[in-house]
């Protein structure tokens, strides 16, 4: 079984519209998580960490961390069709000196214009 | 200016051959990562060097070597190429080892007839 697992594979939200993804870990020593974004023949890059329960907002990006039920969310208000990309959640053992982070399948965001 | 370099962009192999994947990164960081990123799996972290010291290998096969002649270079050579090893590879660095934000660079897709 994938150790972390995202939902849904795709989603399509219009321009203005709110995009939201889910990630599930079925390992509990995973407490860290990230979202990644990566754009079509691109490397993935960072959109944000969160470690702590509750929430954690940048700019358009809200965060969602339960740590209990190892569920992580990602919020994009207002989305924009540059935010058309794939998403991924990727998690990390707190005490890790590896740096190892394993990541879901990605769900693709397609924003209307 | 492109902060995380690699060489080439895209390779075609044949079966049985060698390979050697070049990253380069210009961030001053300690810490440097391989991954793999083929349509059947997910992202996949396969090496990860702290100090030019190997801190993990996941990969199943000694056919992957990671080669550091500098702090700021991770090569990876790849031999007796075989087509499951088709994926597109990606360097990736951190300030330090741990629960860090990676940097990816922008991949080497390697095909292999």
């Known amino acids: 079984q994938q150790k972390v697992q995202q939902s849904p594979e795709s989603l399509s939200v219009p321009e203005g519209g709110m995009a939201s993804f889910n990630c599930t870990s079925s390992?509990?020593?995973?407490?860290y998580f990230w979202w990644y974004r990566q754009h079509s023949g691109e490397g993935p890059k960072a959109l944000m960490?969160?470690?702590?329960?509750g929430d954690k907002k940048e700019g358009r990006f809200t965060a969602h961390l339960n740590k209990a039920s190892l569920h992580v969310s990602l919020h994009i208000r207002d989305s924009q069709p540059s935010d058309s990309a794939l998403y991924f959640c990727a998690a990390s053992e707190p005490d890790t000196n590896t740096g190892k982070l394993t990541f879901g399948d990605g769900t693709v965001l397609t924003v209307k214009p | 200016d492109p902060k995380i370099i690699q060489k080439p962009k895209y390779l075609v192999a044949v079966t049985g051959s060698e390979k050697i994947l070049i990253c380069e990164q210009y961030?001053?960081?300690?810490?440097m990562y391989w991954y793999r990123q083929s349509a059947k799996k997910p992202l996949e972290f396969m090496f990860s060097y702290s100090y030019q010291k190997l801190m993990d290998n996941q990969t199943a096969s000694s056919r992957f070597q990671p080669q550091s002649s500098k702090k700021n270079h991770l090569d990876l050579q790849i031999t007796a190429l075989k087509p499951d090893d088709s994926a597109t590879y990606f360097c990736?660095?951190?300030?330090?080892?741990?629960?860090?934000?990676?940097?990816f660079g922008p991949g080497t897709r390697l095909t292999v007839l």
């Open positions: 960490s969160i470690f702590s329960d």
């Open positions: 390992d509990r020593n995973f407490q």
């Open positions: 990736a660095s951190s300030q330090e080892g741990g629960a860090r934000e990676q940097y």
């Open positions: 961030l001053g960081h300690n810490a």
